[in-house]
């Protein structure tokens, strides 16, 4: 075989192994960022900003807010799981994840996370208004620096947790012009009062893991017979009232208020199931059905104040 045959096999055969590499890198990047999460941020950003422009609905607006709030969004992801690489490494669940497996680098996550996260605050300050932008960056500042590190210190990090994850809608909310209102205030509780049951059925299902890994989440690795069930059926109960309010600042209509009274004594039922029954088949139902309950409700409501400019 000639010299140049032989150079030319190694070249394909280098591009054939940089292939699967760069894809297999590609898909770390991916995981960094949590799409999942990410994308269902990103929808109830899409849903706040259409019910703030329900009577002027613009695509172009939005897609600068979607675009500056994803990458502020990317950044926080990232950079959460970079503080959480020791607990990652101790937790089944999380142990593959890039970053304590060691395909991706501590500082490869340090320069893409703060690079993401201050370019979609300065592209949001720049192409959508300067409230959404401080808005972002508070909601990156709880997250990764208030309720990342204190899940070591305190299970009370589930309540300040809890701010940033109800805050994507209200950032559509600014991104279309609207202010910090009654309405705005009334979908922030909503989701507020919505994520306590969905973590909660979570952190019962990863206790123990949580425990090993040395965060102080609700509840703990033993905790008394139907605590956490008790306080699913409070928050849920206390969901039921609060997820009516949009009737009431003339944000939606009638058709809502019975979406979401229904829904909402669903969500009862199963907090009711897992209280009076504490296993993984009723937590992974609760968690199913609060992942019906918060798309269905915010689809409606978007409806719903959209017909009452029509």
């Given at each position: 075989?000639?010299t140049?045959?032989?150079?030319?096999i190694?070249?394909?055969?280098?591009?054939?192994?940089a292939?699967?590499?760069?894809?297999?890198?590609?898909?770390?990047y991916?995981?960094?960022?949590?799409?999942?999460?990410?994308?269902?941020a990103?929808?109830s950003v899409?849903?706040?900003y259409?019910?703030?422009?329900?009577?002027?609905?613009?695509?172009?607006?939005?897609?600068?807010?979607l675009?500056?709030i994803g990458?502020v969004?990317v950044?926080?992801?990232?950079?959460?799981?970079?503080?959480?690489?020791?607990?990652?490494?101790?937790?089944?669940?999380?142990?593959n994840?890039?970053?304590?497996?060691?395909?991706?680098?501590?500082?490869?996550?340090?320069?893409?996370?703060?690079?993401s996260?201050?370019?979609?605050?300065?592209y949001l300050?720049?192409?959508v208004?300067?409230?959404?932008?401080?808005?972002?960056?508070?909601?990156?500042?709880?997250?990764?620096?208030?309720?990342t590190?204190l899940?070591?210190c305190?299970?009370?990090?589930?309540?300040?947790?809890?701010?940033?994850?109800?805050m994507?809608?209200?950032?559509?909310?600014?991104?279309?012009?609207?202010?910090l209102?009654?309405?705005?205030?009334?979908?922030?509780?909503?989701?507020?009062f919505?994520?306590?049951?969905?973590?909660?059925?979570?952190?019962?299902?990863?206790?123990?893991?949580?425990?090993?890994?040395?965060?102080?989440?609700?509840?703990?690795p033993?905790?008394?017979?139907?605590?956490?069930?008790?306080?699913?059926?409070?928050?849920?109960?206390?969901?039921?009232?609060?997820s009516l309010?949009?009737?009431?600042?003339?944000?939606?209509?009638?058709?809502?208020?019975?979406?979401?009274f229904?829904?909402?004594?669903?969500?009862?039922?199963?907090s009711?199931?897992f209280?009076?029954?504490?296993?993984?088949?009723t937590?992974r139902?609760?968690i199913?059905?609060?992942?019906?309950?918060?798309?269905?409700?915010?689809?409606?409501?978007?409806?719903?104040?959209?017909q009452?400019?029509n």
């Amino acid at each position: 075989m000639s010299t140049t045959q032989q150079s030319y096999i190694a070249v394909e055969e280098s591009k054939t192994a940089a292939k699967p590499v760069s894809l297999a890198r590609f898909a770390d990047y991916i995981e960094l960022i949590k799409p999942r999460i990410s994308t269902m941020a990103l929808i109830s950003v899409a849903l706040g900003y259409t019910m703030a422009s329900a009577h002027s609905w613009s695509v172009i607006p939005l897609l600068h807010a979607l675009f500056g709030i994803g990458l502020v969004a990317v950044g926080c992801n990232s950079l959460n799981q970079l503080l959480e690489i020791k607990s990652d490494a101790l937790m089944t669940r999380t142990v593959n994840r890039p970053l304590p497996s060691g395909r991706i680098s501590v500082s490869e996550v340090l320069i893409f996370g703060i690079a993401s996260a201050l370019a979609g605050i300065f592209y949001l300050a720049l192409m959508v208004n300067l409230l959404t932008a401080f808005l972002s960056m508070l909601t990156l500042v709880l997250y990764v620096l208030v309720y990342t590190p204190l899940k070591r210190c305190t299970s009370l990090c589930t309540t300040i947790g809890a701010i940033p994850g109800a805050m994507p809608p209200i950032l559509g909310w600014t991104a279309a012009g609207g202010n910090l209102n009654t309405s705005s205030f009334t979908i922030f509780a909503i989701m507020f009062f919505w994520q306590f049951p969905h973590f909660l059925a979570i952190a019962w299902l990863y206790r123990h893991q949580y425990h090993q890994a040395g965060l102080k989440m609700l509840p703990a690795p033993d905790p008394a017979r139907g605590m956490i069930g008790w306080m699913c059926v409070i928050y849920a109960t206390l969901l039921i009232p609060v997820s009516l309010l949009p009737q009431f600042v003339s944000l939606s209509g009638t058709v809502y208020s019975a979406t979401a009274f229904v829904l909402g004594i669903g969500y009862l039922v199963f907090s009711i199931r897992f209280l009076r029954d504490e296993s993984r088949k009723t937590a992974r139902e609760l968690i199913w059905f609060s992942l019906i309950y918060l798309p269905v409700l915010l689809l409606t409501l978007t409806w719903d104040r959209l017909q009452l400019f029509n």
